[in-house]
């Protein structure tokens, strides 16, 4: 009785494949199903569609209609098939004509009365569609993903009734213009703010300029979650390539998306209590996770030896690939994972210890106790260990000048830090945390003197070869920021410093 064809596309992780809604009418009792490996949102598709038809005043037809999504292996989850279901039916009921389908993809979840609602993951999917050419019909509120991609190719759609006048040329929708996408710099609170440590700061700016990993460790109250609301600032704004990266993820998360946060860096703070799963992502459809959604940003762990030692392990390989995969019976997803790790840690359970035993209310067998919830080669990936000390002194001698004038303000260590990194894309194409072990030998070239004396550091503190290629890395930043050539020993001196966590262990266990 008819067959019609509407293209249409899954959602796998970062990944659109392509899907055929193929739609048969057929002779027989009045019966409709959907196969091709649906799961239970898109089998209740049926009665949506059905509904939507008929109270937006067309024909649905009686027939035996049967709806194919192909290919049959691949899984589909979410409402995003209703429009192209529906459109395939009217096309096989002729409608609408099935020219008219041959290179336009359709998306949106139909309400009963015809309405078309938001879909989640519609920017990778308008990437996927950009690249073959194709027009897509979008929910209207999907509008502002579409504004994202440069070259008109996407028609927003109210309701099924639109798209049909639309597709039939009687009411032709004009196109989603491009969007007037300017970089704004992030309002978020000034370095100037924090008054005193000055070690903190300066490991800050080191983690900013390289892309560096940071632990702050210190007692309550001493400035550690200041200092991490501050890293954003410090960043310089993303490139469009990693603008529209960070653009799919929250488009995926089904996270609201404001053109005004364009090219500025996620901060995800997620609590102490967090599973693993929320971390990393998962469930029985992989999603993405915290670590996910700090794409090219900063995730801040507070807290971080209160979080269950299995939670802060699964951060092992993404820290060291930038890629998280999740794998499970039904699905394997790979999601990017490139973040900035900036943690804070309590050193004592009591949380009074700053480094001198006498000033805890806990024994040191219990202190090493609690931070042995921090693994080895968990905090072996972290460049930075800071001390952040209480500092009376400065509450004696409170600053007075105006924070304007402050030579440690966050628009001055901004250009300091997007400096350093022009720097190194200059010279390596990427940032120093990146480098790769051929072109470390390559960047970072040591005299024989300045070897040994790293090597011997190193062995000194019974530290692992991963940590001799980043103190490398970190030195190197510390070398870009004075805008030296070659690594000298200072360098190398300043870079195994920050080995605040190591060192105190090493100190609790001689007590």
């Known amino acids: 009785m008819g067959f019609a064809v509407v293209i249409c596309r899954a959602q796998v992780g970062m990944d659109a494949p392509e899907v055929k809604v193929e739609v048969n009418l057929g002779r027989g009792l009045p019966a409709f199903q959907i196969i091709g490996m649906p799961e239970t949102t898109v089998r209740e598709a049926k009665d949506r569609v059905r509904t939507a038809i008929i109270n937006s005043g067309l024909e649905f037809p009686v027939a035996r209609i049967t709806v194919n999504l192909s290919p049959a292996e691949l899984p589909k989850h979410g409402a995003r098939f209703d429009l192209a279901i529906a459109l395939g039916i009217l096309a096989a009921n002729e409608a609408i004509p099935a020219s008219a389908l041959e290179q336009v993809e359709c998306y949106g979840e139909l309400a009963l009365d015809g309405a078309i609602r938001a879909v989640p993951g519609m920017l990778?999917?308008?990437?996927?569609?950009?690249?073959?050419?194709?027009?897509?019909?979008?929910?209207?509120?999907?509008?502002?993903?579409?504004a994202l991609i440069r070259a008109p190719m996407a028609f927003a759609v109210a309701d099924l009734n639109a798209a049909v006048l639309h597709l039939t040329?009687?009411?032709?929708?004009?196109?989603?213009?491009?969007?007037?996408?300017?970089?704004?710099?992030?309002?978020?609170?000034?370095?100037?703010?924090?008054?005193?440590?000055?070690?903190?700061?300066?490991a800050l700016l080191l983690a900013a300029a390289g892309g560096h990993h940071v632990l702050f460790v210190g007692p309550p109250g001493t400035g550690k979650t200041m200092l991490a609301k501050r890293m954003n600032g410090l960043m310089p704004p993303l490139n469009e390539e990693h603008a529209l990266e960070v653009a799919a993820i929250k488009s995926?998360?089904?996270?609201?998306?404001e053109l005004g946060q364009w090219r500025q860096r996620p901060y995800r703070s997620p609590h102490h209590s967090c599973s693993a799963a929320a971390l990393v992502g998962g469930g029985s459809i992989p999603r993405p996770g915290e670590i996910t959604l700090a794409h090219r940003g900063i995730l801040f762990l507070d807290e971080l030896a209160e979080m269950p030692r299995h939670v802060l392990d699964s951060l092992r390989e993404p820290l060291e690939s930038g890629r998280v995969h999740i794998s499970r019976a039904k699905q394997q997803t790979e999601y990017p994972a490139r973040f900035q790790l900036v943690c804070a840690l309590n050193p004592s359970p009591c949380g009074q210890f700053d480094g001198d035993i006498a000033s805890a209310r806990a024994t040191p067998d219990q202190i090493l106790k609690y931070l042995a919830r921090l693994s080895g080669p968990f905090l072996d990936r972290i460049d930075l260990?800071?001390?952040?000390?209480?500092?009376p002194e400065v509450l004696r001698h409170k600053q007075t000048q105006n924070p304007k004038l402050n030579s440690e303000t966050t628009a001055i260590l901004a250009q300091q830090v997007l400096s350093a990194r022009q720097l190194q894309y200059q010279r390596q194409g990427s940032l120093n945390t990146e480098l790769d072990v051929k072109q470390l030998q390559e960047?970072?070239?040591?005299?024989?003197?300045?070897?040994?004396?790293?090597?011997?550091?190193?062995?000194?503190?019974?530290?692992?070869?991963?940590?001799?290629h980043r103190t490398l890395r970190l030195a190197r930043t510390i070398a870009d920021?004075?805008?030296?050539?070659?690594?000298?020993?200072?360098?190398?001196?300043?870079?195994?410093?920050?080995?605040?966590?190591?060192?105190l262990l090493a100190r609790l266990k001689e007590l």
């Open 169 to 202: 040329k009687r009411t032709v929708l004009p196109t989603v213009e491009p969007a007037t996408l300017k970089a704004q710099l992030p309002l978020g609170p000034d370095m100037a703010d924090v008054q005193g440590q000055p070690l903190a700061k300066r």
């Open 481 to 503: 920021l004075a805008g030296e050539q070659g690594i000298a020993r200072q360098h190398l001196a300043e870079a195994m410093s920050y080995r605040a966590l190591d060192t």
């Open 443 to 468: 960047v970072c070239v040591l005299s024989g003197e300045d070897h040994e004396f790293l090597v011997t550091a190193i062995e000194k503190l019974q530290l692992s070869h991963r940590a001799y």
């Open 124 to 146: 990778p999917t308008l990437l996927a569609a950009q690249k073959l050419q194709r027009n897509v019909l979008i929910p209207r509120h999907n509008q502002s993903e579409a």
């Open 385 to 391: 260990q800071v001390e952040v000390p209480r500092q």
């Open 252 to 257: 995926l998360s089904n996270q609201p998306f």
